[in-house]
């Protein structure tokens, strides 16, 4: 057992070794915390001011901080959406000696909303669906790079804005295993969990009352079940037909880039006598059109405001009848002189509210919005002021939102 | 509930040769508390996955009860993971925190409220069942998240290290707790540790896998009085057993300046292939400190005495017989002998005492194959 502090992380920030990790957690001063304890987690975990940034600290057995750790350096490096590892602290001891726990430290998502944050503002009608859509997304994903989670839950998950819909994040890996490839069996172990969970939580909610009164929760526990599949078989079923048909190759292709996936690789078999074709992607890829949006403009965007982005460049292209040179060339102008301006017209206070990408998406709702009230076309820049002034200032701040009122479930080391 | 049949269960992941688990044959009693142990590696955990329906059987079978579930979906297997996800609902009575699953089931209301007041009384818990899960204590909430799995009713209940989170003490007082529960309820249980210990103090029967392949299964005492082969032997016990290899000439076993007589029936058990070698072990509590004059006296050479105050523990190696000495060792892997002595006799650093094996608390292995000689 060390005496000393041992700090393992990527990059170390020295700032790391400023907090007082010789007092356990739970009494950690509040001058260090960037938020109250809050947070439904079967550990001790506090949010904490580092560098200008916020990350989260958990208190956690040793084999299983690492563990945690590595797994979800892993997923970072498979490019799944997950919170990111700064490190394992190990080897703490109070003033008089006795030995404290291990911590797992992840940055905070910047922009992320935990679902009872989601529940506990005004929620729009359909958010409960959505939410659903992106955990299933989510899912479909950790599963093709053979991530069996263990613990699916609405609270081991973190939800950013994705135009009208949500992007899902897994935050919590304690229980996960990176396998080669996942059996059947664990998949639908998997998916089991996470429907019983995510009934149990919404249950919770209506409990509380912070759920619409006619929602059917087991209902929308199939709902996860039924998006799973749907996306799992698009994504991985053979389909065979006529050597005649072979549109029906770029079809496939088309409907998987419709759905945000990339084909990276598609098995194609022809039987004996050549007559049936049958093909199955082998390889796909989550972000079509974010990455088509990172190579034209280098912005980092979720799959759906990338979308929304794109449409506009179409538009801008249209516009501007551009749509015969080299798409590089009008995307560098579009996001000099389209992007850029309508995002840097908001006044620096109320940056902090919505991610850049997810305030031009608004921007383009409320032009369309205003256009129509005025019967006009309203101009980009005067649609910016009206959306600042009218909507963003009425927004919240969703830069850190961190926990909400929850008891803390306490560990079985608490027994 | 209802017994666990492993039948010949086979696991082999694509691209490997070796299989992660080996034509498992074991059998689980009904209400038995079963443990896997063995070092990382040895197919415990996929032992336990393969019976949950995480894993494949590419060969053989699983049965719970007469059931045959090897192809069964998991939800459909009828057992519970213990501890794999507890977090307690705050807005839901702990009634309802404890009968949500059977309500997403469709259990009618009254056959809920039943199950949920039956486990409440187990778990000491029938008085806050209207309350909110923040009204209880830690250990009651803790109670609770056990109250979800018990009411499910499962035929088996599995446990995959649920303690490795914990330090020491805490793992010490939950391990007493689990397995008293588990005997309350009386339920089928199957529980994954690397820990030997608490493999010994946990289980109805243990069972001892490495490589893949089970090396044997039995009560604790079974596994501590007649280990099956040199590994159980080195891996059953703390501290370890000490285990050495001798040389065998005229009846008797030889290593150093040391002389064990054999029995004739072990002599007759030796084989050509153990050429002429005896592997013999001794726990630390089966040697007695005699004088250089007894036949069969071990001389050891006293490296570092260790004094818990109820008990006293000599670390040395073996004297007086030069590069031979590294041929005896702890079963735990150091080059060391282990003796256990009187606490208000202990030797001193650099000291040599002489211990002889105490009749009968001898276990000897075919030096090739490892496997337990009978005596």
Same mark, same amino acid.
Not at chain 1, 200 to 211: N, T, V
Not at chain 1, 368 to 375: A, D, I, P, Y
Not at chain 2, 173 to 181: D, K
């Given at each position: 057992?060390?005496?000393?502090?041992?700090i !393992?992380?990527?990059?170390?920030?020295?700032?790391l070794?400023?907090?007082p990790?010789?007092?356990?957690?739970?009494?950690?001063?509040?001058?260090v915390?960037? +938020?109250l304890p809050?947070?439904?987690?079967?550990?001790?975990?506090?949010?904490?001011?580092?560098?200008g940034?916020?990350?989260?600290v958990?208190?956690i057995?040793?084999?299983v901080?690492?563990?945690?750790?590595?797994?979800?350096? &892993?997923?970072s490096r498979?490019?799944?959406?997950s919170?990111?590892?700064v490190?394992v602290?190990?080897?703490?001891? /109070?003033p008089d000696?006795?030995?404290?726990?291990?911590?797992?430290?992840?940055?905070?998502?910047q922009f992320?909303?935990?679902?009872r =944050?989601?529940? /506990?503002?005004?929620?729009?009608p359909h958010?409960?669906?959505r939410?659903?859509?992106?955990?299933?997304?989510?899912?479909?994903?950790l599963?093709? %790079?053979?991530?069996?989670?263990?613990?699916?839950?609405?609270s081991?998950?973190?939800f950013?804005r994705?135009?009208e819909?949500?992007?899902?994040y897994?935050?919590?890996?304690?229980?996960?295993?990176?396998?080669?490839?996942?059996?059947d069996?664990?998949?639908?172990?998997?998916?089991e969990?996470?429907r019983?969970?995510i009934i149990g939580e919404l249950?919770?909610?209506e &409990?509380g009352?912070?759920?619409?009164?006619d929602?059917?929760t087991?209902?929308?526990?199939?709902r996860?079940v039924? @998006?799973?599949?749907?996306?799992?078989?698009?994504?991985t079923?053979?389909?065979?037909?006529?050597?005649?048909? @072979?549109?029906?190759?770029a079809a @496939?292709i088309?409907?998987?880039?419709?759905?945000?996936?990339?084909?990276?690789?598609?098995?194609?078999t022809?039987?004996?006598?050549?007559?049936t074709? /049958?093909i199955?992607p082998?390889?796909?890829?989550a972000?079509?059109h974010s990455r088509?949006?990172?190579r034209?403009t280098?912005l980092?965007v979720?799959?759906n405001?990338?979308?929304?982005?794109?449409?506009?460049?179409?538009?801008y292209?249209a516009?501007?009848?551009?749509?015969?040179?080299?798409?590089e060339?009008?995307?560098?102008?579009?996001?000099t002189t389209?992007?850029e301006?309508?995002v840097?017209?908001?006044p620096?206070?109320?940056?902090?509210?919505?991610?850049p990408a997810q305030?031009?998406?608004?921007?383009l709702d409320?032009?369309?919005?205003?256009s129509?009230?005025?019967?006009?076309?309203?101009?980009m820049?005067e649609?910016v002021r009206?959306?600042?002034?009218?909507?963003?200032?009425h927004?919240?701040?969703e830069? =850190? $939102?961190?926990g909400?009122?929850?008891?803390?479930?306490?560990?079985?080391?608490d027994? | 509930? +209802?017994?666990v049949?492993?039948?010949?269960a086979s696991? *082999?992941?694509?691209?490997t040769?070796?299989p +992660?688990?080996?034509a498992?044959?074991l059998?689980i009693?009904?209400?038995?508390?079963l443990?896997?142990v063995g070092?990382s590696?040895?197919?415990?955990?996929?032992s336990l996955?393969?019976l949950a329906?995480?894993e494949d059987v590419?060969?053989g079978?699983?049965?719970?009860?007469?059931?045959?579930v090897?192809?069964?979906?998991?939800?459909?297997?009828d *057992?519970a993971?213990?501890?794999?996800?507890?977090a307690?609902?705050?807005?839901? /009575?702990? +009634?309802?925190?404890m009968?949500?699953?059977?309500?997403?089931a469709? !259990?009618?209301?009254?056959?809920?409220?039943?199950?949920?007041?039956?486990?409440?009384?187990i778990?000491d818990? %029938?008085?806050?069942?209207?309350r909110k899960?923040?009204?209880?204590s830690?250990g009651q909430?803790?109670?609770v998240?056990?109250?979800? =799995?018990?009411?499910?009713?499962?035929?088996?209940f599995?446990m995959?290290e649920p303690?490795s989170n914990?330090?020491?003490k805490?793992?010490?007082?939950?391990?007493?707790?689990?397995?008293s529960?588990?005997r309350r309820?009386?339920v089928?249980t199957?529980?994954?540790t690397h820990?030997?210990?608490e493999?010994? !103090?946990?289980?109805?029967?243990?069972a001892?896998?490495?490589?893949?392949?089970?090396q044997q299964?039995?009560t604790?005492?079974d596994m501590?009085d %007649?280990?099956a082969?040199?590994?159980?032997?080195?891996?059953?016990?703390?501290?370890?057993m000490?285990?050495?290899s001798f040389?065998?000439?005229e009846?008797?076993a030889?290593?150093?300046?040391?002389?064990i007589p054999l029995?004739r029936?072990?002599?007759a058990a030796i084989?050509?292939e153990d050429k002429?070698?005896?592997?013999?072990?001794?726990?630390p509590e089966a040697?007695?400190v005699?004088?250089q &004059?007894n036949?069969?006296?071990?001389p050891?050479?006293?490296v570092?005495?260790?004094?818990?105050?109820s008990?006293?523990?000599?670390y040395?190696?073996l004297?007086g017989?030069?590069?031979?000495a590294?041929d005896?060792?702890?079963g735990?892997?150091?080059a060391q002998i282990?003796v256990?002595?009187?606490?208000r006799?202990?030797?001193?650093?650099?000291?040599?005492i002489w $211990?002889?094996?105490?009749?009968?608390e001898?276990?000897?292995?075919?030096?090739a194959s490892?496997?337990?000689?009978?005596?």
């Amino acid at each position: 057992m060390p005496d000393s502090l041992q700090i !393992t992380a990527a990059s170390p920030d020295p700032a790391l070794l400023d907090l007082p990790w010789h007092v356990p957690l739970e009494d950690w001063p509040q001058d260090v915390l960037a +938020a109250l304890p809050r947070g439904i987690s079967r550990h001790v975990v506090r949010f904490v001011k580092l560098s200008g940034r916020v990350i989260a600290v958990k208190e956690i057995g040793e084999t299983v901080a690492y563990r945690e750790y590595e797994l979800l350096r &892993a997923l970072s490096r498979l490019d799944v959406p997950s919170v990111e590892p700064v490190g394992v602290i190990n080897g703490r001891r /109070s003033p008089d000696g006795e030995r404290l726990e291990a911590v797992l430290i992840t940055k905070h998502l910047q922009f992320s909303l935990p679902y009872r =944050a989601l529940f /506990s503002t005004a929620l729009q009608p359909h958010t409960t669906g959505r939410l659903i859509d992106a955990l299933a997304v989510l899912l479909v994903r950790l599963h093709l %790079t053979g991530f069996y989670w263990g613990d699916v839950s609405l609270s081991n998950t973190l939800f950013r804005r994705d135009a009208e819909t949500f992007a899902a994040y897994l935050v919590d890996a304690e229980t996960g295993d990176l396998h080669e490839r996942l059996s059947d069996g664990q998949r639908a172990y998997d998916l089991e969990v996470a429907r019983v969970n995510i009934i149990g939580e919404l249950m919770d909610l209506e &409990a509380g009352e912070l759920l619409e009164e006619d929602v059917d929760t087991i209902a929308i526990g199939g709902r996860l079940v039924e @998006r799973y599949q749907e996306l799992w078989d698009a994504l991985t079923e053979s389909e065979s037909f006529d050597t005649g048909e @072979r549109w029906r190759v770029a079809a @496939r292709i088309e409907h998987l880039n419709e759905l945000g996936f990339d084909v990276g690789e598609l098995d194609i078999t022809t039987d004996v006598d050549g007559t049936t074709v /049958s093909i199955r992607p082998k390889v796909v890829d989550a972000g079509h059109h974010s990455r088509r949006l990172m190579r034209l403009t280098g912005l980092d965007v979720e799959e759906n405001q990338a979308r929304r982005l794109l449409n506009d460049l179409d538009a801008y292209r249209a516009h501007a009848d551009r749509q015969g040179e080299d798409e590089e060339f009008a995307a560098h102008d579009w996001l000099t002189t389209v992007f850029e301006p309508a995002v840097r017209a908001v006044p620096r206070e109320l940056r902090g509210k919505l991610e850049p990408a997810q305030m031009f998406h608004e921007m383009l709702d409320h032009r369309w919005f205003v256009s129509r009230e005025q019967g006009r076309d309203v101009p980009m820049a005067e649609a910016v002021r009206s959306y600042v002034d009218t909507v963003l200032q009425h927004r919240p701040d969703e830069k =850190a $939102v961190l926990g909400v009122d929850t008891a803390v479930i306490p560990r079985i080391s608490d027994l | 509930m +209802a017994t666990v049949t492993y039948d010949k269960a086979s696991r *082999i992941y694509p691209g490997t040769e070796r299989p +992660a688990v080996d034509a498992l044959d074991l059998e689980i009693a009904d209400g038995e508390f079963l443990v896997l142990v063995g070092p990382s590696g040895c197919g415990k955990s996929t032992s336990l996955r393969m019976l949950a329906g995480l894993e494949d059987v590419n060969s053989g079978r699983i049965l719970i009860g007469d059931r045959d579930v090897t192809d069964v979906q998991p939800k459909d297997r009828d *057992i519970a993971m213990v501890f794999q996800n507890y977090a307690l609902y705050p807005h839901m /009575s702990v +009634a309802d925190n404890m009968g949500f699953a059977l309500k997403i089931a469709g !259990t009618p209301k009254a056959d809920i409220r039943k199950r949920v007041e039956e486990a409440a009384k187990i778990l000491d818990l %029938t008085e806050y069942l209207d309350r909110k899960p923040k009204a209880l204590s830690g250990g009651q909430r803790q109670r609770v998240a056990m109250g979800r =799995a018990i009411v499910r009713q499962p035929q088996v209940f599995l446990m995959d290290e649920p303690l490795s989170n914990l330090d020491a003490k805490l793992r010490v007082q939950t391990r007493t707790q689990i397995a008293s529960l588990q005997r309350r309820l009386g339920v089928t249980t199957v529980y994954v540790t690397h820990d030997q210990t608490e493999a010994l !103090t946990m289980g109805d029967r243990i069972a001892v896998l490495k490589d893949g392949v089970l090396q044997q299964v039995g009560t604790p005492r079974d596994m501590y009085d %007649t280990p099956a082969n040199v590994f159980v032997a080195g891996f059953i016990g703390s501290p370890a057993m000490n285990i050495g290899s001798f040389q065998v000439s005229e009846g008797a076993a030889q290593l150093g300046q040391t002389r064990i007589p054999l029995e004739r029936d072990v002599i007759a058990a030796i084989k050509p292939e153990d050429k002429g070698h005896i592997t013999i072990g001794f726990r630390p509590e089966a040697l007695d400190v005699v004088t250089q &004059a007894n036949e069969g006296a071990i001389p050891i050479k006293v490296v570092l005495v260790e004094e818990l105050g109820s008990d006293a523990f000599v670390y040395g190696e073996l004297a007086g017989a030069g590069a031979a000495a590294k041929d005896i060792h702890s079963g735990a892997g150091d080059a060391q002998i282990i003796v256990r002595v009187d606490p208000r006799q202990v030797p001193m650093k650099g000291d040599t005492i002489w $211990v002889a094996v105490r009749p009968g608390e001898r276990h000897v292995f075919s030096s090739a194959s490892g496997a337990r000689i009978t005596v």
